[in-house]
């Protein structure tokens, strides 16, 4: 497990300053996966992306 400080997206986003994620007080915090959901939901459109370009056939 990471001791790292973890960092809102949300709230950081756009500032020079990182904010520290508040966790379970925060509603974009899913406490199954232990992770803010907008990181999920990232993860997830990079997977969408790479799938996308794998299936991509190559034009002739």
């Known amino acids: 497990m ?3 400080i ?3 997206p949300l709230m ?3 500032s020079a300053i990182n904010i ?3 966790q379970e007080n925060c509603a ?3 406490k ?7 990181y999920l939901l ?3 459109a990079v997977l969408d992306i790479k799938e ?5 056939v190559p034009q002739a």
Do not use: E, F, L
């Not at 199954?32 to 907008?38: E, G």
């Open 2 to 4: 990471s001791n790292k």
């Open 6 to 8: 973890p960092i809102c």
């Open 12 to 14: 950081s986003s756009g």
């Open 20 to 22: 520290v994620c508040v």
């Open 28 to 30: 974009w915090y899913m």
């Open 32 to 38: 199954n996966y232990k992770t803010c959901s907008v």
């Open 42 to 44: 990232a993860h997830n």
């Open 52 to 56: 996308k370009q794998d299936r991509k």
